[in-house]
């Protein structure tokens, strides 16, 4: 078996999603803490197996309509490039060692992190088996599995996470997730193939308005983030709000991209190929970096007080 069936089944480019495990040690101003940075990406590293142990069982349960979609044919299992035997081998592996290296180095979150990892696993175990077929309840999922990237970086750093980032992570997650099923939709149409049970239970007018409403909370929660007075005090800056230009424009683009490109299948592969995105995801984030790591200290609350 060559390399390339293999790398395909365990799609190691959507561990980019796990990216979001190193957020709590980003915020909190410890990025350059050796010692946390190297909790997360042991944490990191154990929880892409898992995410990989998990694509192959999908592969495995979904191989016979994966055939008849144009796109998800070309699937190792779903091709006959890799058998079952083998994609349920690679799977058991994959989370046998995403174990192994939270007992070998995951110190004191050990368990914790074991616990979030499996409650993860089990949860899109019953996803991919049935509560994908469940419209609405499959998106939040999702979502949910998210917000767990989070709480897993900051239960491997030792940090205590806001409201705020836990409420941003699952918004966003949610309008990701929403895009990507409007595509399944636009599919379905097209080509009169059901990529999944569910969809016949979404259109696009309901997806439109839910999107519309989830990109208007989203930008709102997030200026209500930046003017809230305790996070300016705690990044030691009045001028977080700044950074709402960046996802704003965002937001606008992967609209942009979902509605008239008609291309939000794979959110993943969006973020690794535009060139706008990936430049209003860098741009706020060498913004955060600049506020947290180098701007000076300033005097937050007299500022406030002024503008009170």
């Known amino acids: 078996m060559s390399s390339k069936p293999l790398f395909l089944l365990l799609r190691p480019e959507h561990w980019a999603k796990n990216l979001f495990i190193f957020l709590p040690v980003f915020f909190h101003g410890r990025l350059l803490d050796a010692s946390s940075l190297l ?6 590293i154990s929880f892409s197996l898992a995410a990989s142990s998990i694509y192959c069982f999908n592969d495995i349960f979904d191989a016979e309509t994966d055939r008849l979609h144009p796109q998800k044919c070309k699937r190792p299992i779903a ?17 046998v060692l995403s174990m192994f290296l939270l ?14 990892i499996a409650f ?5 175990i019953a996803y991919c088996i049935r509560l994908k077929h469940h419209a609405i309840i499959d998106v939040i999922i999702i979502s949910v599995g998210f917000v767990l990237r989070v709480l897993v970086g900051g239960t491997a750093a030792g940090i205590w996470l806001s409201e705020w980032i836990i409420l941003m992570t699952f918004l966003l997650s949610l309008f990701l997730a929403f895009a990507k099923r409007r595509d399944d939709v636009v599919l379905q149409q097209k080509s ?12 696009l007018e ?10 208007t909370v989203t930008i709102v929660a997030y200026i209500m983030y930046t003017l809230s007075p305790d996070v300016m005090e705690r990044f030691h800056c009045r001028y977080l709000y700044l950074t709402s230009i960046f996802v704003l424009a965002g937001i606008i683009r ?9 291309n939000s299948g794979n959110p993943t592969k969006i973020f690794l190929r535009d060139r706008f995105i990936q430049a209003c995801v860098f741009a706020w984030l060498i913004s ?4 947290i790591y180098f701007l000076p200290v300033q005097n937050v609350s007299s500022s406030t007080d002024c503008l009170v």
């Open 39 to 44: 909790s997360c990406m042991i944490a990191f």
């Open 79 to 95: 091709s006959g490039a890799i058998s079952v035997k083998t994609a349920y081998t690679v799977m058991a592996l994959c989370f």
């Open 103 to 116: 007992i070998s180095f995951g110190g004191k979150a050990c368990y914790a992190l074991m616990s979030f």
């Open 120 to 124: 993860y696993y089990g949860m899109n």
């Open 192 to 203: 009169n193939v059901l990529p999944r049970k569910n969809i016949n239970r979404y259109n």
């Open 206 to 215: 309901f997806i439109n308005q839910v999107m519309t409403i989830l990109a």
């Open 254 to 262: 992967y609209l942009q991209i979902t509605i008239v490109d008609l």
């Open 288 to 291: 955060f970096l600049i506020i």
